[in-house]
């Protein structure tokens, strides 16, 4: 197989360009880096298009891997065949190569070895004969095979064991394997039952659908009803289908007197040995194809997590709601330093609500607190009521938003929390990423597994290696397409810049700390173990805000500074102009010419401008902003036909859930999100919309609110 040229007609790239960006990748170089400065090279392509070209190319890659050791494994028995070659090299899947070996695979003891070790495979030979009229009767052959050493007492055991021969062979047969597989697929029913009682799988207690159009998250709920041993599960499909498909192949004479023998082979051949493999290789597809399907929307809700918009210059107090053991709150500063922590009581058991309110009113007023940052967890309701409350009585100048704190335990009680606050206990460190999360979404939710920030579904039934394959790539392409300020970005933060690793971003951080800021990006070059390859792959997505150099507060590379320099000085710029925009005089001179003595392409030449204009700039600072609030609503607030403005918290396969101010998030079901036909919600929505929506209804007895788009 010509993989480049699959690939080249798979994702419609140009060859030349597709193997030039293979090349690339093969030599190391990082999906974000190849993606933002050899666009001349890919043509452009970005990095969702690169890390489905990587995917794709390791699959293809490893089926032809298994190819070719499923030819070794043949060729080292004596057995491979030009034709099997042929049949090999021709297969699509890994699954269907391995029907191509299984006649060759060493099987261990079945019916049929069993009878071949007693020697009745010549019979089975004479039934597959299929002669009109036999010169000798089947029984009379039979006879000849009798032999009480070998285990064979009587006619009905040698044909019995032949039937045995015979069903394996069919069995093992690729092109019958392959038909039925696409049969199984194109009529086969997906069902369920209940076996114990789980309200959560209500749905699925008698459920049926074809195999061919079950929606990838029914897929992955009836998976995991089964898991939990609430659900049976099973693929059905009308035999005769299969049976029909299975004589027109295998009998070649149905007056022969072989044919009862034959066709009870075929038909155990099938019940015993093909239907539950081929169920078995279903339903793992399914499961592989949806849980695929799931992986994609959790990067798709995870990367518009991770890159909404940050609340920029605002002082937050983080709150982090509890009961027993009280209320957490930490004050933050705008560059995320904390000023200040306390613990109130303003919730059952204890609600000693003045008391709280005095402290969280002189948090406020002596730190000058703009916005008051609130988990969503336990005691959360309360505590907006508690907080909303406050808030009034000191005027309304300071706002409150509610946030996800959906991963702060886990930040909380990992390493990283302990190595950046020592002296803090779990949930004073969850009251700190409560109010950062808000402040710089990006730069706190990296040091939290992806899996632990509840953007997905049944991520939890996900093959771990390849979530976190996916997840990690999300983050990685979030944080270099904003860049990190190296002289105030965790290590945590570090480790996703492109060509930077867990013990390279450590050993930049403890370099910082011992010999102060980095005043260029060259200085990083001075990092212990830290060379030129990997210098030429992150040094564009580091910043260096108020450095020697302005350039090292832009995304231009270090390797175009000297084109960058001749750029503006083509004009009779420097660097000391910047910020500005050269547009209108490239245009003039011409682009083409310019990128010619300079040295460059022209989409290197555009990204150069566009940096030019804005150093610094951040790409999320166009995103709509967080929306605060004063006061608190209940559900019991709620009423059918009312207009409310609310945020996507997540974006799932047959809906939305929008926070629209109190406590429950609504649901956008997949058919109230548009007037036109939408085959996934993801079309409309992503996660930090702000959209209008109107209540459709309110279940207060199953605190579910039903939310319409369509008004």
């Not at 027993?324 to 705008?334: I, N, S, Y």
Request: charged share 30%; aromatic share 6%.
């Amino acid at each position: 197989m010509d993989i480049n040229a699959r690939l080249s007609e798979e994702l419609q790239i140009p060859r030349t360009r597709l193997d030039a960006t293979i090349e690339l990748l093969d030599a190391g170089n990082t999906v974000p880096f190849v993606a933002r400065y050899r666009k001349e090279v890919t043509g452009g392509l970005d990095d969702t298009v690169l890390r489905k070209l990587v995917d794709r190319l390791t699959s293809l890659r490893n089926l032809e891997k298994r190819k070719e050791e499923i030819k070794a494994l043949i060729d080292a028995q004596g057995k491979l065949t030009e034709e099997l070659i042929q049949a090999i090299d021709n297969a699509e899947t890994v699954t269907e190569a391995d029907d191509i070996y299984r006649p060759y695979r060493p099987k261990r003891k079945t019916r049929a070895s069993v009878a071949k070790e007693k020697g009745l495979e010549p019979l089975s030979e004479y039934i597959m004969l299929q002669q009109p009229q036999y010169d000798v009767s089947i029984e009379e052959e039979a006879r000849k095979y009798i032999d009480a050493e070998k285990g064979v007492s009587d006619t009905d055991e040698a044909i019995a064991g032949a039937k045995d021969i015979i069903a394996e062979s069919v069995s093992d047969n690729a092109e019958y394997r392959k038909e039925i597989r696409s049969l199984t697929f194109k009529y086969g029913m997906l069902n369920s039952k209940k076996l114990a009682e789980a309200p959560v799988y209500e749905q699925y207690y008698e459920y049926s659908e074809p195999v061919s159009k079950i929606p990838p998250h029914r897929v992955l709920a009836v998976n995991r009803g089964e898991k939990e041993n609430a659900l049976s599960v099973s693929i059905t499909v009308d035999r005769e289908i299969i049976l029909n498909y299975l004589f027109s192949e295998v009998v070649t004479d149905f007056k022969s007197p072989a044919f009862p023998y034959v066709a009870s082979a075929v038909t155990d051949s099938y019940d015993r040995l093909i239907a539950p493999s081929i169920e078995r290789e279903i339903r793992n597809d399914l499961t592989d194809s949806s849980s695929e399907n799931a992986i994609k929307l959790f990067a798709v809700n995870l990367r518009n997590l991770l890159m909404q918009s940050p609340l920029k210059g605002k002082t937050v107090l983080g709150y982090d709601p509890g009961y027993r053991t009280g209320c957490k709150l930490a004050v933050v500063t705008p560059t995320g330093a904390v000023l200040d922590t306390a613990v109130i009581y303003p919730t059952k058991p204890h609600e000693r609500i003045e008391e709280s309110k005095k402290v969280v009113k002189k948090l406020i007023t002596k730190y000058d607190v703009d916005v008051v940052s609130i988990g969503n967890g336990t005691a959360s309701a309360e505590s907006e009521m508690f907080i909303a409350e406050t808030l009034a009585e000191m005027g309304g100048k300071t706002k409150y938003i509610i946030v996800s704190e959906a991963g702060a335990s886990v930040y909380s009680a990992s390493e990283l929390g302990a190595e950046e606050f020592p002296d803090f206990d779990v949930t004073e460190r969850s009251a700190v990423s409560i109010a950062r999360r808000l402040q710089d979404p990006l730069a706190e939710l990296v040091k939290i597994d992806p899996k632990s920030i509840g953007v997905g579904q049944y991520q939890h039934d996900m093959k771990p290696a390849r979530l976190d394959e996916a997840l990690t790539g999300v983050v990685e392409d979030c944080v270099n397409s904003v860049g990190v300020d190296v002289n105030t970005a965790s290590y945590s933060l570090l480790s996703y810049i492109a060509g930077i690793n867990s013990a390279s971003a450590k050993n930049i951080v403890k370099y910082r700390e011992k010999n102060g800021e980095f005043r260029t990006r060259q200085d990083i070059l001075n990092v212990p173990r830290f060379g030129a390859k990997a210098f030429e792959q992150a040094a564009g997505f580091l910043r260096i805000p108020g450095g020697a150099e302005i350039l090292d507060n832009t995304g231009v590379h270090p390797e175009s500074y000297g084109a960058t320099v001749k750029l503006l000085g083509t004009f009779g710029k420097t660097t000391a102009d910047v910020p500005l925009s050269l547009r209108d005089e490239v245009k003039s001179y011409g682009a083409r010419k310019l990128c010619d003595e300079l040295g460059i392409g022209e989409m290197t030449l555009n990204d150069i401008l566009k940096e030019l204009e804005k150093p610094g700039r951040d790409i999320r600072d166009t995103l709509p902003p967080p929306v605060l609030r004063e006061k608190v609503m209940t559900m019991e607030d709620l009423a059918p036909g009312m207009i409310l403005t609310g945020t996507v918290r997540n974006v799932i396969d047959f809906g939305a859930f929008v926070d629209i101010g109190v406590h429950q998030d609504g649901l956008v079901h997949i058919s109230e999100i548009s007037n036109r036909y939408i085959k996934h919600p993801s079309e409309v929505l992503s996660i930090g919309d702000v959209v209008k929506v109107m209540i459709k209804s309110v279940d207060l007895k199953r605190q579910r609110i039903g939310l319409t788009m369509k008004f």
